[in-house]
């Protein structure tokens, strides 16, 4: 059995009893003549490219099949008001749960007060290649007229073995049902699960299907995880060939990556630079096994790129703790200590830090008593910036200071002001009455015992 390939259902067995288990294909370094392997690839998509891509939030869809409950639809529906004042448009919100039950109920609910309440979203569904899908999609369309569909099927050769299915079959279901569902006045996203485990042949032939279905954009999925950045930009560029060579380059392209590897950012980058459209996110990364691409990570790389070349944002970045903070209480998932806004992303407690920010600080100080408030407002940036690649109040957090045994007389004050006292206050004997405190400790200061030890007061018992 070739790479790429599978028997047809019935006869997968060999003379011997014994199974042909095929390849999967790897777009990370497998030879083929019809996708040149990449030697070269961009380091970032340049800013145009990022201004031109989309988010998709899979957060109340992918995100949800990682989580051990489901949310309510009155839960769903503020993540969804948030997701529209920070900027977002497309959300997939279901996939077909089968006949009826708890998710059928609630998914349909949600469509229905989407349509009243956050109407400027554009909602999308997953649905399989056969008629029951079909059936509960059209049902979901009644429900919201703007509704999307993503038609899809899997395509990998491990896929296909397991499944029984061959490439004449999985062609003729993408064809049969992206067409009916068009037909239906659903607009088609048109997809495949493990696409980055599928042969440069066997996608070929998917695109074709896929196009002459009627699909407005296919979505390439690395369903496991498995591909990296020079395997995305590879099969990104050569769906893109083929499209034009289809003459259909209006057709869109999404990207569905999750982290397995820890690739997904990596791969939305080099997916963006290489031709998608959109990119499918959910905050926090929550989902299946290890997650999906991070909607965290990803808008604060593009709308960077942007801002570095002048353009204007499109996101409104400072609401963005407050959404990913919102599903995170939605979905029972706790913030992480560290990682990109995770709950230390803005923490320092040690001393050569602080002493760098305190003194931006006093500049800025400098800068306001002399009537210069452009210089001040400069200078308050750079002191959250110079040990920090994103400033809290972009984001829509707070600087956070503590005192431990890494700290020094900076740190002392620097925390003291951040709880709103003026470090300018602080006598010399409270400063190392605290340092000493969190020395005989051996641990971060509570902010209790922070500000005890700042007034003067005993330490705290046990000390």
């Not at 998710?103 to 029951?132: F, I, Q, W």
């Not at 998608?276 to 790389?301: C, K, P, T, Y």
């Not at 706790?334 to 407690?349: C, D, F, I």
Request: aromatic share 4%.
């Amino acid at each position: 059995m070739q790479k790429g390939t599978t028997s047809p259902e019935g006869s997968l067995a060999a003379k011997d009893g014994s199974i042909d288990v095929p390849m999967n294909f790897n777009w990370n370094n497998e030879e083929d003549p019809l996708a040149p392997l990449v030697t070269d690839i961009p380091g970032e998509p340049p800013a145009l490219r990022a201004a031109g891509t989309e988010i998709v939030s899979e957060c109340l869809r992918d995100g949800l099949q990682g989580i051990s409950g489901y949310p309510s639809v009155d839960e769903m529906i503020q993540y969804l008001s948030l997701l529209v004042a920070f900027g977002g448009k497309y959300a997939c919100v279901g996939i077909y749960p089968g006949k009826g039950g708890l998710l059928d109920t609630r998914m349909k609910e949600l469509l229905a007060r989407m349509r009243e309440e956050v109407p400027s979203v554009v909602p999308s569904v997953l649905s399989m290649c056969s008629e029951e899908s079909l059936k509960w999609t059209l049902e979901c369309k009644e429900i919201h007229p703007d509704l999307e569909a993503v038609v899809f099927m899997g395509s990998a050769p491990s896929r296909r073995l397991a499944q029984g299915w061959d490439m004449g079959f999985i062609l003729n279901r993408l064809d049969t049902f992206v067409r009916k569902t068009v037909d239906m006045g659903v607009p088609v996203i048109a997809g495949t699960e493990h696409t980055t485990q599928t042969s440069p042949e066997d996608v070929r032939a998917i695109v074709r299907a896929q196009v002459e279905g009627g699909a407005y954009c296919i979505a390439l999925a690395d369903t496991v995880g498995t591909i990296r950045p020079l395997g995305t930009y590879r099969l990104v560029r050569f769906v893109r060939e083929e499209l034009r060579a289809l003459g259909a380059s209006d057709v869109k392209l999404d990207w569905h990556g999750h982290r397995d590897t820890g690739n997904a950012l990596g791969n939305a980058m080099m997916a963006t630079a290489a031709g998608i459209d959109r990119v499918h996110v959910v905050s926090r990364g929550v989902g299946e096994r290890s997650g999906n691409a991070s909607l965290e990570e990803v808008v604060l790389n593009l709308s960077a790129i942007e801002a570095e070349a002048g353009l204007s944002p499109r996101w409104e970045m400072s609401r963005l703790i407050e959404l990913i903070s919102f599903y995170e209480d939605m979905v029972g998932v706790a913030a992480p200590e560290h990682g990109v806004l995770g709950k230390r992303y803005s923490h320092t407690s040690s001393g050569i830090h602080t002493d760098a920010i305190l003194k931006a600080h006093g500049m800025a100080d400098r800068a306001r008593d002399e009537g210069n408030p452009v210089l001040e407002g400069k200078l308050r940036e750079m002191a959250c910036t110079v040990y920090s690649a994103v400033n809290p109040a972009s984001v829509g957090g707070t600087p956070s200071v503590s005192v431990s045994p890494w700290s020094g007389q900076s740190t002392v004050r620097l925390a003291h002001m951040n709880h709103g006292g003026d470090p300018r206050q602080l006598t010399p004997e409270a400063v190392e009455r605290t340092l000493a405190l969190a020395n005989r400790l051996g641990r971060e200061l509570t902010r209790e015992e922070l500000e005890e030890s700042c007034a003067g007061a005993a330490a705290p018992h046990g000390a």
